[in-house]
């Protein structure tokens, strides 16, 4: 017993010197004390959470002029430390903002004087010159597309002057083998009509006009064709939206988890639109962004019903009211929790880069395919060829399988050696071959 | 050689007449008045040239053809504040109670984003998980639009303010006077309670109803219960299907006026004489799950059920042995099986009970057998307390109280006080009563003397009515208050002694309504909501004071129930006086004339109060009948026949009156005490001649639900002679009589034929099984407990085959058109097995079904022919006296005249070798490889050839749209813009021309395996439920994965009983059904004296 008493008091005693140099350098900051960027690391660190550097209201009262508030910098500095103290004192300023808000400042705070002194001089400094508002940038939407749009119509004019040439140059040479048929004493060529003269025309030259029908009905076919195919595909449908949310500032930048905000992903069919209570656990905090200021956000607190000002909820709320993007037929099912939680799909796959984007889109598939590590798909984004496509190709761990439901399965497979030998035929066992292809997986 | 013979047209051409000449040029101009009308000068005003004409043509073609091709823009709207269990996309389950005061049963409310979809047992709860079609269909009436909106002043939209403040005035007024509130059996402890305080705030202390027992309350009875006096209100409970006459039995036979507690488990034998107890009596979602135990073979027991009634009933259809008898000869049985009894144990006989042979031989077995029993149950239908009062003495004699029967723990519901509702009628109009709150029932509907409470409704100072509708009594009432549908609502429930339900809403309040006992304690001036005075009543008295009251609360509310210990059972010594009422039994037969009409409940209507305006209800087939969408005289067949002034002979009856599409049937006119209906003639098999039945619940003449009304060929409302939209049916209720003070439903009648003809919907026109043993297997349960199924009753089909040269018998399954579809043994195979002993066919997985896979509702018009989209339907087929081989088909065809009756629900089969799949042109119907027949509607070009090719004629073809068509615009939900709500939305709701059939529940399937992946774990037996396996209340239904053999279904498809359907056929089918066994001996053919038909009985050896 002694010996583990012995012991136990060695291990504090190695303890304690590391103890205090945890705390020494965790606590403090051995910049100079008058550094407002050493201020605002503290700043962020223990204060940002509750109290804003301007005047603005947030859940503690703004920053801004705090120190000429008080009465006196010590009991500034006592109140920081722990407010109750500063109460103690009976000093009435700190008894009467006590009651500045329903929930109580944290109590003790750990920071040393040094560091106070690095909050105020950022408080006074701010803003720092790399945190003036920069000038909201616009998104340029290109416009290539257009100019591919519009090249045909450039052909057709052509075309048509090429016809006008084309017919006045006949008339011009007819005139002038009339005046030389009169030199010669024959008869004029009888004056024939345009569609006369092209009818014979094309009676003479039967195999070239023959090839350039062919040629046209073909071209037809063929565009009609494609025009078909491309009903219902939606690739790069980029509605607009009531918030201009941006999910590279959001994915992108703060590096937010996808189902942070999409939380059903997870849980059941569809991903959802997260719920204005979800953008309040940051924007309660965040009122203003670096695109476009404050306006966006500002929408956040109409719909939630919050006053920035007060700090309060109002109760009077406005549902935001989203264009739905990703857009599936009614005939169509698709969950979101069997793709993500089951099978492990990265949400790129079919969403693509969303961290580079502005306000959501359909990933046209040829940008799908570029991201690393998706499956390379073929037809458009949505349709049920990309599905079936991924579906085929996507392989589903069912030997030695971690997940019991395959195990299960792959138990009662063992049961055919031979059919599981169809199967697994090239050692794998894709969603296809576990019935990914069939109607009724997606169909009822 | 031609003829040169001219014919003239008339004398005009003849004469050359220049009129005809001109005219006869013109007869065909030539020309056409282009110039003249060029010359119109009034063209050139017209803002519109035929240049801009064709602009616009062709703009808007192309405008058309450019917006066909934008993406549609959806809209999304999240929550703003998402309630944490609330998952989009997720489903969620709340417990919940359902009782209107004729049905109770522990329910499951599924919900998808906050609105309730599909309804399903709760397993916790006596009634363990049983719910018949009304409860199930009952989630469609909440979206009924019909329902009152808003509260009404004498039928003007009126505010909660202004109507409250009227009503406080008026009892304020007539305090001391005679305030009377009329409800329907109040079985809620905190509804009683508001009911109290209302009383109280009137100046009296008392729990008013004194015909209610002391017991009814249970643990609230203990704690406030002040000495009746005078004042305060008068509380009158009133059920339309009263059962006074049990409680006022066991009051002259053992003292205590209550219904007391059947248990039918432990029953071996049962004799029911007249009484539906699968269908309505009593607490018959509890009575038939426990009947449903007793009726599985497989330990070589069953119990034995014996049925002595008029009508073909759904609990007459299942017994084993079944006596048609008049109505007024319920008495005479219970009197005849007494002396039997009486005889054995030595008591005193009485004098009747006088009975036809056959009913008299069964009697006597059903005595010989309830005496050597081990615990049997005699129940009777018969409001009568004189009938009541004997089948208590034969109960007591053959010592079953204490053991099914319990009188220490009796049932709350259904204490209708017959003579205090007949007595208000009287007050009412002798003007004495000074206001009347109508709360929960609808009495000029259903009172015997309904014109009469509508006559004294205007008599009476200030009528205010709690309900749903702005029913028969409801639209007559001064103030009308709009209740809340059940599935809005916060009640509690004290249905029997010992046991507590609880009702959740789930869902909020779709109108400007308020929940009744809010009224109420608005009107006595309490503010609180009744959510909290629930609590309030249950932190008294049920659950009790204490800190852990929120655990026990909460534990209750997720449960829907809380049981109480219960009081210990015991015998009963029996006091009645069955002499006396053997007299008063004799008496009552004498007085019926005649022919003898039974007012009866149908298994869809119920006794019609919310049931009339459900169109999943009306076009669910009657279990027995299998007619939709009609209200009809139930008659033997023979009597149809004398009735029509035909000679009763089978060939009549197979052709005269068969009903089919282009089949109608006539109409009679019955008249009971000078009150008169027409309806059509349904020639039903099993009815005893000289009856008939109608059924209750139609005939309605209020705004009760759009399709309690008829509707024309293309949906228009059908008027009567004065112009309202015509009921369905007539109201039988006036057929109800008060009898020595209690309502009885039967009557002497005369029936005339009415020579015009109807057209009946039905989904059944053949009705025997002719010899096709490969669908329905049948045995006894003598020849199935020799266990020795392959030879005798369920023998496996063989082909003859040519091998080598000889003929031998192969078994179907060795023999392959196709190769094999590789789903035995490997991965899942879906599955269904149907027991047909215990399917009792009450159709609640029919509208289950319906409600979980969006079928549309098609209305009678379209039933008619044949267009039903039910994807589950139940064949009900009736024995046959004809043997095949003896009497030929023809003779086959006509069922007997008290016939066996058997259930196959049918559903698609998901044949392994499906004909249907073959057939397909486009591949929209196919195989998986999980064992089900997929149909992908989006590809289906409808070309039917499927339906064609199926042996089970299960497939649906979608003819119109139904979703939009102005046909179906009254009667089908999804049409309206509330009933849509109860579409559920993992299922797609199918277009016009294509196919559709049962999937299995695919989408259920598809979520249990997701919800088993996600856990990384197998899937339970019992996990994945079909609509119509969770909707059976007897457990008939089992689904499951095959190839697992930890599951039942594997167990179920390996049984002895079990067969598939059709299976000469090859198909392969993963639907397994159980043979049918009924618990008697061989059967014999016996000829029944002059002018019966034959009777199939028993041998009695």
């Known amino acids: 017993m002694n010996a583990d008493c012995n012991r136990n008091s060695k291990r504090f005693a190695l303890f304690t010197p590391f103890l205090i140099l945890t705390l020494f350098f965790g606590f403090t900051s051995d910049l100079s004390a008058q550094d407002p960027e050493a201020g605002r690391k503290v700043f962020k660190a223990n204060c940002a959470s509750c109290h804003k550097v301007t005047d603005e209201k947030f859940i503690g009262p703004g920053l801004a002029g705090v120190q000429d508030r008080w009465p006196s910098k010590e009991l500034l500095y006592t109140w920081i430390k722990n407010w109750k103290d500063a109460v103690a004192t009976g000093d009435p300023y700190a008894i009467q903002i006590q009651d500045y808000d329903a929930s109580e400042m944290t109590a003790p705070i750990a920071v040393s004087d040094a560091d106070i002194d690095a909050i105020l001089a950022y408080v006074d400094a701010y803003p720092l010159p790399d945190e003036v508002a920069k000038a909201p940038v616009a998104e340029v939407a290109t416009e290539g597309e257009e100019d591919a749009g519009t090249a045909w119509m450039w052909w057709l004019v052509l075309g048509v002057v090429f016809l006008i040439i084309a017919f006045s140059a006949t008339s011009v040479r007819r005139h002038l083998q009339n005046a030389d048929r009169e030199a010669q004493g024959l008869e004029p060529i009888p004056d024939e009509s345009y569609f006369a003269a092209l009818g014979k025309w094309m009676w003479e030259n039967k195999a070239l006009v023959s090839v350039f029908v062919i040629i046209l009905l073909v071209g037809g076919a063929l565009d009609t064709w494609y025009t078909l195919k491309g009903i219902g595909v939606y690739e790069g449908y980029q509605p607009g939206q009531p918030i201009e949310f941006s999910h590279k500032v959001h994915a992108g930048e703060n590096e937010i988890n996808c189902v942070y905000c999409h939380s059903s992903a997870e849980k059941g069919r569809h991903a959802g639109i997260p719920s204005t209570n979800v953008c309040m656990n940051c924007h309660r905090g965040i009122s203003e962004g670096t695109m476009t200021g404050k306006t966006e956000i500002a929408k956040i607190y109409e719909a939630v019903g919050f006053d920035v000002k007060e700090q309060k909820y109002t109760g009077e709320t406005k549902p935001v009211v989203w264009n739905k993007v990703h857009n599936l037929p009614d005939h169509v099912y698709f969950n979101h929790s069997q793709h993500v939680d089951v099978g492990g799909i990265d949400c790129k796959q079919c969403h693509g880069t969303m961290e580079e984007e502005g306000v959501a889109r359909i990933m046209p598939v040829a940008e799908l395919n570029e991201v690393d590590g998706n499956v390379k798909l073929i037809n458009p984004t949505l349709t049920m060829g990309w599905c079936i496509e991924c579906h085929a190709e996507k392989q589903v761990q069912v030997v030695n399988a971690k997940n019991g439901y395959y195990e299960d399965i792959h138990k009662r497979f063992m049961k055919d050696k031979e059919l599981l030998k169809k199967i697994l035929d090239d050692d794998q066992v894709t969603v296809k071959e576990l019935g990914g292809w069939e109607c009724a997986k997606c169909h009822y | ?1101």
């Open chain 2, 1 to 1101: 050689m031609g003829s040169t013979k001219k014919y003239w047209k008339g004398l005009e051409e003849l004469h050359e007449n220049p009129e005809f000449v001109k005219a006869a040029q013109s007869e065909f101009p030539e020309e056409l008045p282009v110039d003249e009308f060029l010359a119109d000068s009034k063209l050139g005003e017209t803002s519109t040239g035929r240049r801009d004409f064709l602009k616009f043509l062709g703009f808007s073609v192309t405008a058309a053809t450019l917006a066909a091709c934008e993406a549609p823009v959806v809209k999304s709207i999240p929550y703003v504040n998402k309630p944490e269990e609330v998952t989009p996309g997720v489903a969620n389950w709340y417990a919940s109670t359902y009782y209107d005061g004729n049905d109770y049963a522990s329910v499951l409310v599924k919900t998808r984003e906050g609105r309730p979809i599909f309804i399903k047992g709760n397993k916790i709860g006596f009634t363990n998980g049983a719910v018949n079609a009304r409860i199930n269909s009952s989630v469609l009436s909440l979206y009924d639009s019909q329902r009152v909106q808003e509260p009404m002043k004498g039928g003007a939209v009126a505010s909660w303010a202004g109507v409250d403040a009227d009503i406080m005035a008026a009892l304020e007024k007539h305090k001391g006077g005679n305030v009377t509130i009329l409800t329907n059996t109040i079985i809620s402890p905190s509804t009683q309670r508001a009911i109290d305080e209302l009383s109280a705030k009137m100046g009296g202390s008392i729990v008013s109803n004194e015909e209610m027992p002391a017991d009814t309350l249970g643990g609230i009875m203990e704690m406030e219960m002040p000495a009746p006096s005078e004042g305060g209100i008068n509380h009158i409970q009133y059920d339309a299907i009263s059962n006074s006459g049990i409680r006022k039995a066991n009051k002259s036979s053992f003292g205590q006026e209550v219904i007391p507690n059947y248990d039918f488990s432990k029953a071996e034998v049962i004799v029911s004489i007249g009484a539906d107890f699968l269908a309505h009596w009593l607490m018959s979602m509890e009575y038939v799950g426990q009947y449903a135990q007793n009726r599985r073979p497989e330990n070589g027991k069953m119990s034995r059920h014996f049925q002595f009634e008029s009508i073909m009933s759904l609990t007459g259809s299942n017994a084993d042995i079944r006596r048609a008898i008049k109505p007024s000869e319920e008495g005479a049985v219970a009197i005849s099986l007494h002396n039997h009894i009486a005889k054995a144990k030595g008591g005193t006989t009485i004098s009747g009970g006088q009975l036809e042979g056959h009913v008299e031989e069964a009697v006597a077995m059903a005595a010989k057998e309830l005496l050597a029993c081990n615990g049997s149950l005699v129940v009777a239908g018969s409001n009568s307390p004189a009938v009541q009062t004997v089948v208590n003495n034969i109960n007591a004699m053959l010592g079953n109280y204490g053991k099914s029967i319990d009188l220490n723990n009796p049932v709350n519901i259904k204490q209708s006080n017959d003579e205090g509702v007949e007595q208000l009628v009287k007050d009412m109009n002798a003007g004495k009563v000074d206001v009347l709150i109508v709360y929960g029932v609808n009495p000029v509907y259903s009172l015997p003397n309904g014109d009469e409470f509508a006559a004294g409704l205007s008599k009476v100072k200030t009528s205010v009515a709690i309900s749903l509708y702005a029913d028969e009594t409801a639209s007559k009432a001064t103030y009308l208050c709009p209740d809340n549908h059940y599935l809005e609502s916060w009640n509690d429930y004290n249905p029997k002694a010992g046991s507590y339900g609880l009702a959740q809403p789930a869902i909020s309040k779709l109108f400007n309504t308020r929940q009744g006992q809010e009224s109420l304690l608005a009107w006595a001036g309490n503010s609180t909501s009744y959510h909290a005075y629930i609590q309030e009543t249950w932190q008294q008295t049920v659950l009790g004071a204490g800190g852990l009251f929120t655990d026990s609360w909460n534990k209750s509310l997720h449960n829907g129930s809380y049981e109480m210990p219960k009081a210990t059972t015991g015998g009963a010594t029996f006091n009645g006086d069955v002499s006396g009422a053997a007299s008063e039994i004799a008496k009552m037969a004498g007085a019926m004339s005649g022919t003898e009409v039974v007012v009866y409940q149908k298994a869809g209507m119920g006794d019609g109060m919310n049931t009339t305006g459900n169109p999943w209800l009306q076009e669910l087939p009657d279990p027995i009948s299998k007619v939709t969408w009609d209200n009809y005289i139930t008659m033997s067949p023979a009597d149809v026949l004398e009735l029509y002034g035909m000679e009763v002979n089978d060939d009549n009856k197979r052709t005269a009156l068969y009903i089919g599409e282009q089949n109608p049937t006539k109409q009679a006119t019955v008249t009971v005490n000078g009150k008169s209906l027409t309806l059509p003639v349904y020639p039903s098999p099993g009815q005893k001649r000289g009856t008939i039945g109608i059924a209750l619940g139609y005939g309605r003449s209020a705004k009760v639900g759009k399709a309690a009304y008829e509707y024309g060929e293309y949906g228009d409302p059908v008027t009567d002679e004065n112009g309202n939209h015509k009921s369905i049916g007539a109201n039988a209720y006036p057929f109800t009589s008060f009898t020595g003070g209690n309502i009885m439903y039967c009557a002497g009648a005369s029936v005339t034929l009415v020579d015009e003809v109807y057209y009946i919907a039905t989904t059944q026109t053949h009705h025997t099984i002719m010899g096709r043993d490969s669908v329905l297997r049948e045995t006894t349960l003598g020849v199935y407990n020799e266990h020795n199924a392959a030879n005798t009753y369920n023998p496996p089909h063989t082909l003859k085959y040519h091998e080598n040269g000889t003929t031998v018998d192969k078994p179907i399954s060795e023999i392959d058109l196709w190769e094999a579809h590789p789903v035995e043994n490997v991965g899942h195979r879906w599955g269904l097995s149907v027991d047909l002993n215990t399917c009792i066919g009450c159709g609640a997985c029919v509208t289950a079904c319906v409600a979980e896979n969006n079928v549309p509702v098609v209305g009678k018009d379209e039933v008619r022919r044949a267009r039903e989209m039910h994807w589950m339907r139940i064949d009900r087929y009736y024995s046959s006296d004809a043997s095949i081989d003896e009497d030929g088909y023809l003779a086959a065809e006509v069922p007997s005249e008290n016939p066996e009756v058997a259930f196959v629900p049918m559903m698609c089969q998901h044949c392994n070798h499906a004909p249907c799949e073959t057939v397909c042109p486009v591949a929209a119907t196919t195989h998986s490889n999980e064992g089900l027949n997929m149909m992908a509607y989006n590809r289906c070009i409808g070309t039917r050839y499927c339906a064609n090719n199926c042996p089970f004629k299960v497939r649906r073809f979608n003819w119109f749209n139904y979703m939009g068509y102005r046909k179906f615009s009254d009667i089908n939900p999804a049409q309206d813009e509330l009933g849509r709500m109860v579409l559920n939305p993992d299922v797609v709701v199918r277009a016009r021309g294509v196919m559709e059939k049962c999937s299995l529940c695919v989408q259920s399937i598809q979520a249990g395996k997701l919800e088993a992946k996600k856990a990384g774990r197998k899937i339970k037996d019992g996990e994945i439920q079909t609509a119509c396996s969770a909707g059976c209340p007897t457990n008939a239904i089992t689904f499951g994965d095959l190839n697992d053999n930890d599951m039942t279904i594997a167990e179920h498809a390996d049984d002895e009983r079990a067969y598939n359907m059709l299976q000469e056929v090859g198909v392969q089918p993963n639907i397994y059904y159980m043979a049918k066994v009924r618990n008697k001996k061989e059967v014999k053919k016996k000829v029944m004296p002059e002018g019966e038909a034959t009777e199939t009985t028993e041998e009695n050896a």
